[in-house]
């Protein structure tokens, strides 16, 4: 199959588009056919990009959040079927998505969505994922709660909005970019940015230190 990986340590000259063999599903995981990828530009920084959990791996294939069709299960993979559309946010540490198949464990897949494309639903999980994180894992956002979001108009911020207003949270974001399509999911967009918000918080802060 063709695949681009990466052959050292730097940035994207480091990157050689080349034929690889193509891998088989083991155990638990599925081989899929990759529709789209996602590209996350601070990706080659990372130490996952150049290693597994135990050791140095170059070359590598980076890339790790995608969407395809299930090509075939290996034994016990019994959480998707061949034919299956999914997306998935891949394990960080193994070769990832930016080659025309990517094996994966099959529980990581999800069903992509019935509404988008296969571009669109690649584009999802890791802005998506982080959005969550923040929102509940860490703020542990509830209902009826108020939440500001700066960037609402990004990738991450998009989904935040969305996802806050799911909660039942009031939503309060700031953009530059035009605001009319968060309107909707988003109470009280503001056309600002976050230097004019940080020096009136400051302003704030330090008047009542
Ligand atoms: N995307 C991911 O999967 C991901 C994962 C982990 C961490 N992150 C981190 O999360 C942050 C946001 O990532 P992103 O992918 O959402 O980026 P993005 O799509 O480029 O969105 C960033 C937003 O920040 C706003 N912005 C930029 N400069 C600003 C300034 N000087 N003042 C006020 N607003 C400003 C822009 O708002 P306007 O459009 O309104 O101008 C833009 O929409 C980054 O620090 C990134 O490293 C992202």
């Known amino acids: ?5 990466i ?8 990157l050689i588009y080349e034929e690889v063999p193509k891998p088989s599903p083991k155990r638990g995981e599925a081989l899929v056919e990759v529709m789209a ?3 996350t530009p601070t990706e080659l920084s990372w130490s996952s990009a150049y290693a597994t959990r135990d050791e140095a791996e170059l ?7 995608f969407s395809g069709i299930v090509e075939a299960v290996g034994p016990d993979a019994t959480d998707v079927k061949v034919g299956q559309a999914v997306y998935a946010l891949t394990d960080f540490w193994r070769d990832g998505s930016d080659a025309e198949y990517i094996v994966i464990a099959a529980s ?4 992509k969505p019935r509404t988008l494309d296969f ?15 923040g929102l509940f894992d860490y703020g542990m956002l509830a209902p009826g709660q108020k939440v500001l979001i700066h960037g609402a108009a990004g990738g991450v911020g998009s989904f935040a909005v969305q996802l806050a207003n799911w909660r039942g949270a009031h939503v309060i974001g700031t953009a530059s970019a035009p605001i009319s399509r968060f309107s ?11 230097r004019p918000f940080v020096l009136k918080m400051w302003f704030m802060t330090s008047m009542s230190c």
Not at 7 to 14: A, F, L, N, T
Request: proline share 9%; glycine share 10%.
């Open 1 to 5: 199959m063709k695949a681009i990986r």
């Open 7 to 14: 052959h050292g340590r730097g940035g994207p000259e480091q």
């Open 37 to 39: 990828a996602g590209v």
């Open 59 to 65: 070359p590598a294939i980076p890339g790790h959040e």
């Open 108 to 111: 990581d897949l999800a069903s």
């Open 119 to 133: 571009n669109q639903a690649a584009a999802i999980p890791l802005s998506a994922l982080t959005a969550w994180q």
């Open 184 to 194: 909707a999911r988003s109470e009280h967009t503001r056309p600002s940015t976050i």
